[in-house]
Each structure stands twice: as C-alpha cells, then as structure tokens.
C-alpha cells in the first residue's frame, strides 16, 4: 500500500527557504505514470495548490508562488519542496499528493501533511 | 483566472440528504473532483471526474456536474459525514483549483 510521509522543519524563520520532503513508501515514485503535487492549507483556511512535477517532466507552479518556487524529484526518489523568502503567510499545513494528472488531475493520496510556521 | 465557488456551510439532520454545490462557469465542461476533510486529517477524495468513486467511499455519496454548477450528494446522512467538503478541476492555466470549502453539520 502506497504512503506517503512529509518531512522537514516545522520552524521557518522570515525571509528564508522552506525546504520539505516527501517520501513514497511501499511504491515507486517514478511508477505508475502518476504526478505529485504539493498543497498547502493556512490555518483555518482552504486548499491551495502549490504545484506538482512528473518525474522525468518539468514542474508545474502556481502562478502566485512561481518567483519563489521549486519542486523537484531528488537522486533518491524524494519528492522535493523549496519555497523561498518565507513570510507569515506562508505558515501553513503543507502535504504532498498523488496527482493524476492533466488533464484530469486530481489527488487521490494525500500525505499526513506538516505545519510548517514562520515565525522569528 | 478560473474560480469556484461554493457555500462556506451547509446542515443536515441525520437519515436526510446533503447537497453540496460547486459554482464554475461552464464548469459542466470540467472534470470536478470532490474531497472531504475531518479535523486535523488530510484530505481524502470521494468522489472523482464529476461522478466516480474511488475504492471504499460508499454509494451514498454521488457527484453531478452540468452547466455551470456541480453537486456533491450525500444520501442517508450520517455523523460521520460531518466534515469540510471542497470541489476541485485541473485548468490549464492556473494549475489546480479548489473551492473555497463547504462546512457540513450534521443537526
């Protein structure tokens, strides 16, 4: 059964880089012609999707978050976040998805997603 | 850009029948995708392109989609079914996105 786990400081302080982690446990990330995504959640607010990568493809971004933004699949595997020059409004859950994909894309395995705060 | 709407809450009282909307225009020409989240959990989806159901959400929740508003449909209401339900498509342009959030109570 296919998991995935994010991981990375829960701690950012402000103007520096968000960098998470996701890792896909009991499957492959490069398997199965899936995307992955990576959505946030503000603190008592709604879904906003960040951006997501097919591995071997170039990233997808928001628009509103693409000056600061890079989603990349590392050597092992590893779904990657860096989000830089962080301010409180980036203080969120964050988690990673299995996407489907365009043109359909939806995500149908979520991660237990991370709160990520910034704050000095 | 590409928006969806939907109503912030929504009630039911046990045994009736939610129905959740999802405003777009000409969202009937979009594949719309539903989720639910309880407190503190990740979102799960439940329904998919506008009407399927992945494995292990039961038929009592359905999915419409036509002209510019798509529906959730949950039958049989149940405590369990209280949560925040969000709608979703894929545009070209903007990437993913979702509704704003339904909350549903269940009376």
């Known amino acids: 059964q296919v998991q995935l786990q994010e991981s990375g400081p829960g701690l950012v302080k402000p103007s520096q880089t968000l960098s998470l982690t996701c890792t896909v446990s009991?499957?492959?990330?490069?398997?199965?012609?899936?995307?992955w995504s990576w959505i946030r959640q503000a603190p008592g607010r709604g879904l906003e999707w960040i951006g997501n990568?097919?591995?071997?493809?170039?990233p997808h971004y928001n628009a509103s978050l693409k000056t600061r933004l890079s989603i990349s699949i590392d050597t092992s595997q590893k779904l990657s976040l860096r989000l830089s020059s962080v301010t409180a409004a980036d203080t969120a859950v964050y988690y990673c998805?299995?996407?489907?994909?365009?043109?359909?894309?939806?995500?149908?395995?979520w991660g237990q997603g991370i709160l990520v705060t910034v704050s000095s | 850009s590409y928006v969806l709407a939907q109503p912030p809450s929504a009630s039911v009282a046990p045994g009736q029948t939610a129905r959740i909307t999802c405003g777009g225009d000409?969202?009937?020409?979009?594949?719309v995708h539903w989720y639910r989240q309880k407190p503190g959990q990740a979102p799960v989806l439940v329904v998919y392109?506008?009407?399927g159901r992945p494995s292990g959400i039961p038929e009592r929740l359905s999915g419409s989609n036509s002209g510019n508003t798509a529906t959730l449909t949950i039958s049989r209401v149940e405590a369990g079914d209280e949560a925040d339900y969000y709608c979703?498509?894929?545009?070209?342009?903007?990437?993913?996105?979702f509704g704003g959030g339904t909350k549903l109570t269940v009376l």
């Open positions: 990568i097919f591995d071997g493809g170039s």
């Open positions: 009991g499957g492959s990330i490069n398997s199965g012609g899936y995307y």
């Open positions: 000409n969202i009937g020409s979009r594949s």
């Open positions: 998805a299995r996407d489907e994909g365009p043109p359909t894309s939806y995500f149908d395995l």
């Open positions: 392109a506008d009407s």
């Open positions: 979703q498509v894929w545009d070209r342009d903007r990437g993913g996105v």
